[in-house]
């Protein structure tokens, strides 16, 4: 099948009577082309079908117009809407964006992040698998002068740009509110403490029940190797053989969360009377199950848009490439039924 011709910037120019300069000009909304041709550039663009050239477009400015962005999974509420927060601020100036994810792999996130370095993205925002061990394989981008944001899993050396909420903070508030709702054996499920942001929740745990002379006690603390239903399942039947049972639980996600909820259901333990129960996130599954799930409120979308603006400003050379910064995103206690012991309106 014969293919039709590719629409030109002389096609139109033709047409219009005009330059094919001032129809470049006009297609980039050139300050010194009249709002009057340049509305007639585009009606005459959109009805003979042309399609700006990025390829030619970004050879001349050396720029691909393509974020990098590096996640540790998809299939995450939490990462999709960090997702819907970057494309939010890219798509605005004119960014496409190259997606990869790790599959909690650190070989597989050595081999995305190179790929996207061959593939010259202008810039990279990354989130670090379960297993990175170094970061090395970043130095690339920073060898060539291409801007990298972390967020979420990052390493906190002082010496990178991180989008970050306080997740020590977070741990503190959630154990805090367990404590205050009556529970004094509260068990901790949580994941690879190698990442910042279970480390970091742990300390968090800790500090709380320090403040309230309450003793850390490490069969309380239970790390599974993913964040899925089935190690919800699995913690759940960890907590069941516990002797004593704890009265309280602080889980670092929320599907993790409603997992371990439905099964120590299964088995007749009522929540919260049984035993209180935080999550971490505020995915969607919290106001699905039953009880409700109080939670940690983990802002995604305001985390991308934060690290796409602080990259784009990078790119743009409004902000100084070899200028780190800590970017903490404002974060909170969403309480629901599955933890509130001192109310009378249990839902069970």
């Known amino acids: 099948m014969k293919k039709d011709k590719e629409i030109t910037i002389y096609d139109i120019a033709r047409e219009l009577n005009i330059s094919a300069a001032t129809v470049s000009r006009g297609l980039q909304d050139h300050p010194n082309i009249s709002q009057k041709t340049k509305q007639r550039i585009a009606d005459l663009a959109k009805a003979i079908g042309y399609r700006s050239n990025h390829f ?16 540790h999974e998809l299939n995450s509420s939490f990462i999709t809407s960090v997702l819907s927060g970057i494309e939010k601020i890219t798509a605005q100036q004119g960014y496409d964006l190259l997606i990869a994810h790790s599959s909690e792999s650190f070989k597989k996130e050595i081999a995305n992040t190179t790929n996207l370095f061959n593939k010259r993205v202008d810039g ?32 906190q050396d002082g010496k ?5 909420i306080d997740n020590f903070e977070c741990g503190y508030t959630a154990t805090q509110h ?4 009556g529970c004094r ?7 690879s403490l190698s990442r910042n942001v279970y480390a970091q929740r742990l300390s968090g745990y800790k500090q709380a029940l320090r403040l309230n002379d309450l003793p850390f006690d490490n069969t309380l603390l239970i790390v599974e190797d993913e964040l899925s239903k089935k190690a919800g399942e699995e913690a759940a039947m960890k907590i069941l053989n516990m002797h004593p049972r704890p009265d309280g639980a602080f889980i670092t996600n929320d599907l993790v969360a409603a997992a371990c909820m439905q099964m120590l259901k299964q088995y007749g333990i009522s929540i919260p009377l049984d035993i209180a129960i935080v999550g971490f996130n505020n995915d969607t ?12 409120n983990y802002p995604g979308k305001d985390i991308g848009e934060l690290a796409a603006l602080n990259l784009l400003n990078q790119i743009e050379g409004r902000n100084d490439l070899n200028q780190t910064n800590t970017i903490i995103v404002p974060s909170g206690l969403i309480v629901r039924d599955s933890s509130l012991r001192l109310s009378n309106n249990h839902i069970t």
């Open 56 to 71: 030619a477009s970004s050879l001349r400015s050396k720029r691909s117009k393509n974020i990098g962005v590096l996640v």
């Open 124 to 155: 990279l925002i990354a989130s670090l698998s379960f297993d990175t061990s170094d970061l090395d394989h970043f130095d690339m981008f920073y060898h060539k002068g291409v801007p990298v944001v972390f967020f979420d899993r990052v390493e």
């Open 160 to 164: 990178k740009t991180v989008v970050i």
């Open 178 to 181: 367990l404590i205050n709702q």
């Open 285 to 296: 599954i919290g106001e699905l199950i039953e009880p409700a799930l109080t939670t940690i």
């Open 185 to 191: 054996r509260i068990v901790h499920v949580t994941s």
